[in-house]
């Protein structure tokens, strides 16, 4: 067990070989143009050198330090601009080449919503770069995945109401509450409001969310690639123009 705990925090913090760079061939491969990163913090995307990246949180520099004071010491991308990365109501539509979203996904409370305005971003043809843990080589492994049925719930307006759900799970399943002690320490967190991962993957899940998207959804997208990096998913989705179809 202790073993197993290891090479979960290894592949947790990517210190495997080849993480960066299987990161920055892809990036090389897809990315081009004027774009933004969501959320990069310390560990931005590394870009092809002709491409231009506005960096975009929901907070500012001097705010995310007070948020997270974790990161201090560690070298914090500017944020160039300060909007909600899931709905980017300050960028206009069609306005990017490209959008990163390097483990925001899991973040979102409507990762359907999110991945709908990431879309209305793009410009035909733009890309999304988006990476997303595996549940299962994270902190998250004893979490179940989170299903289709609960993501479309989200997405028709139920978000904010099962934000509850996901704080009883992180408290028993990522914490180790003893149920003794579930009350207090939600009663906490619904206080704190932290940025937890509201929502799980694995590769099939995924996969089949963005299929659904695609598909069921009629969200107008092909999928370019889609590959593990250590333990995280890469999938990269190019905008197509839905009157075409």
Not at 63 to 86: C, S, T, W
Not at 93 to 118: K, R, T, Y
Request: charged share 20%.
């Amino acid at each position: 067990m202790l073993l197993a705990r290891k090479i979960i925090a290894r592949l947790i913090f990517g210190a495997i070989p080849g993480y960066t760079r299987k990161r920055k061939k892809m990036a090389q491969k897809w990315l081009s143009g004027d774009g933004i990163e969501i959320g990069a913090l310390h560990n931005p995307l590394p870009t092809p050198s002709a491409s231009n990246v506005t960096y975009v949180d929901i907070m500012n520099n001097e705010a995310l330090l007070h948020r997270y004071p974790e990161m201090k010491g560690k070298d914090l991308v500017q944020v160039d601009l300060v909007d909600d990365g899931e709905s980017l109501l300050s960028i206009n539509d069609m306005s990017q080449d490209f959008v990163i979203a390097n483990h925001i996904l899991e973040h979102c409370v409507n990762p359907i919503g999110a991945l709908q305005a990431w879309l209305r971003v793009l410009r035909f043809g733009g890309i999304a770069y988006i990476a997303v843990p595996d549940k299962r080589f994270t902190f998250d492994y004893q979490r179940a995945t989170t299903n289709w049925r609960h993501l479309a719930d989200d997405f028709n307006g139920a978000a904010e109401d099962s934000k509850n759900s996901h704080y009883i799970d992180w408290t028993k399943n990522v914490m180790n509450v003893p149920e003794v002690d579930i009350e207090g320490a939600l009663a906490n967190l619904l206080q704190q409001q932290p940025n937890i991962h509201f929502h799980t993957w694995t590769a099939n899940s995924l996969n089949d969310f963005f299929k659904k998207c695609q598909f069921d959804l009629v969200f107008p997208f092909s999928i370019c690639d889609f590959d593990r990096n250590g333990s995280e998913l890469i999938t990269v989705l190019k905008k197509t123009d839905a009157s075409k179809n």
